[in-house]
């Protein structure tokens, strides 16, 4: 198989280069044992990602759930949670999803062919942090299917956040701000001055629906949403959500009785995987969510 060249460095601005290169460093150093599938029951109309390297360590293709064709992005939930379902904790690491759940999964397939990275104020608070691909197999698959080296980045607020670190410094990203128009003066201010970053004000701070169509029209057809809980909820009530990616660890960890969600989600199971090596007690789901629920409104954190 042609390998596709990985974007030259050089290209890069200071700060972007030396995080992609502490990150890209990370990912080739990690031992990535390889899944072991279960369970795997595809609906035809879903769609098959993966090249050599990654069917060998998933146990075959990664699905996706096609565009939904309602003018909303499809979009998918990728969590981790510790044996007794808690997925609140301050270091998600700390949960135990292992190596290949953070460079294969979280980092890799379930955002390979996304346009957009959501995430909530929470877990972008540090800002010295940039959502996408970083493995150079997961990077040559995401230039394969023609995307931009990164991921737009969507960090969605109420109560405003501080602009501070490489997210919000970096005009070489894409990246935007969900918002409402009674954000606090002094981050508008802020955003206005970086003309790189987009602001979607919601006219109700229920309204995640519009925001998602806004999205659409911009051309973002496909997002993975990485956290945190309370936004993921709200997704999920506001019937946003196609697939949920979930690995749950054999650690005890994390805040006790915080759950993804507080009832069973339902939807259909598509694979079923096991961890093997430093990773058994390790699965991962990937559920297929029932689009057919109606769409309500919901607040974002």
Known sequence: MTKTPIPNPQSLTPGLKAFARRKTAEAVAADIFPFVTEREEPAPELIAVGNDWTRRLFDGPFYLSPPRGDGLPSTSLVFVQSREGNTGATNPSTLGGGEADEHLIYEGLSRVAADAVLSGA???R??????????????????????????????????GLSLNGLLFNEPSLRVIVVTVASCPGLMMTALADRPWITTIAMPEATDLVFAFRRLHELGITRISCVGGRTLARQLIDAGLI????????????????TPLYPAPLGGREIVRKRGTESDIGVTFEHLWLDRSRPICSSALP
């Open 122 to 124: 929470e877990t972008s």
């Open 126 to 159: 540090a800002g010295n942090l940039v959502f996408s691909t970083w493995h150079p197999e997961l990077v040559r698959l995401r230039a394969s299917l023609g995307l931009p080296r990164h991921p737009v980045q969507i960090i969605a607020t109420l109560r």
């Open 242 to 257: 196609d697939d949920l990616y979930l690995t749950t660890s054999p650690k005890s960890a994390g805040e006790p009785n």
